[in-house]
């Protein structure tokens, strides 16, 4: 089992609102918010909770296809909070229904009933109303939707919402949630790694195989996308900030910072694309033999995460290590 038991916990958040009945529409404006969570675990005086922290609006996407990150004329939403409040524990997995807002703390922007609050996971991730299609009564989950905007408090945001919406009041919302450390079943505390209210989510495309340890370097917006989830698989780096030092080392380096700097790379493959019961090839296995001979056909890369890991904390194989990283990441060069 790879750990996990880091202070910090990080969240991936989707929120996506889409109108139901007649009112179905495709390309709704969205609004993309980023901020912290916190769940709490129940004990004798209190069942616990679900909540938003320090969440706010950072950007707004109209129908147009035109997008801003600051007010302006017209728009006064970015940078207003986002709430989840009433959120109370009933389960491990699952809460009461609870209010979401967005508001300046005095001026309501939005606001609605968030219902059927229940997260399964597929062992890495977290969701609630994985399902959502706009065109599907059965998951849509908000009701008692409330929109306003006014002369002191501009938003095309809500205005453009509006007048899809009609009198209709009743939405759809997502999350897909990433724990790094913690449990959803006590106490919590994590950064909103995406939050979106109405439409698609914007993502960064994974990988669609390992990448050199050169890729993760240079491409920033993948590497920050799943560096988080990379920590969380890792025994050995501490933080983002840990994995971002041997990754992105230069000049001379020892041969134990070689090793790390690949199994950063390493790290960052099976975080995005490469799974960890993914079989190694020949080349690959006859590496992994000379650390660790136990080893034969069927051995993955789970297998060689470990006994890098395991060289790199015992100082011992340290060329072999990092030999073994470099060829698990470079992969895809050598099969093509």
Do not use: C
Not at 45 to 51: A, F, M, Q, R, V
């Amino acid at each position: 089992m790879r750990k996990v038991s880091l202070i910090t916990i990080a969240l991936i958040i989707s929120i996506v609102f889409g109108i139901g009945s007649a009112f179905a529409v495709i390309g709704l404006p969205t609004a993309n918010f980023s901020g912290n969570a916190q769940t709490t675990a129940a004990t004798a005086n209190d069942p616990g909770s679900l909540s938003l922290v320090n969440a706010v609006v950072s950007k707004v996407n109209y129908l147009n296809g035109s997008s801003a990150i600051a007010n302006g004329t017209g728009e006064s939403i970015i940078g207003k909070t986002v709430t989840i409040a009433g959120a109370t524990r009933t389960g491990n997995e699952t809460f009461t229904n609870a209010v979401i807002t967005v508001s300046d703390g005095s001026f309501v922007y939005f606001s609605a009933t968030l219902s059927n609050i229940l997260f399964v996971t597929d062992g890495l991730k977290w969701y609630l109303n994985k399902d959502l299609d706009i065109n599907n009564p059965a998951t849509l989950n908000l009701t008692n939707v409330v929109l306003n905007t006014e002369t002191a408090h501009p938003s095309q945001y809500i205005s453009e919402l509006q007048s899809i919406m009609g009198t209709n009041n009743t939405l759809g919302m997502k999350m897909i949630l990433l724990l790094i450390s913690g449990t959803l079943a006590g106490n919590s505390s994590s950064d909103i790694f995406t939050g979106l209210i109405d439409g698609t989510p914007e993502t960064v495309n994974a990988p669609s195989e390992a990448r050199s340890m050169g890729f993760w370097k240079t491409h920033d917006a993948e590497r920050n996308a799943f560096i988080n989830i990379a920590v969380s698989l890792s025994n050995l780096f501490d933080s983002a900030n840990d994995l971002n030092f041997y990754l992105s080392m230069q000049g001379k380096k020892s041969m134990l910072e070689k090793a790390k700097q690949q199994l950063a790379a390493l790290m960052l493959n099976v975080a995005s694309s490469l799974s960890l019961s993914t079989q190694l090839d020949a080349g690959e296995l006859e590496i992994l033999q000379l650390i660790n001979p136990a080893y034969g056909t069927g051995a993955t890369v789970g297998d060689a995460v470990t006994e890098i890991e395991n060289a790199i904390l015992s100082n011992t194989h340290l060329e072999h290590a990092k030999d073994l990283g470099d060829e698990i990441n470079n992969r895809a060069e050598h099969s093509g």
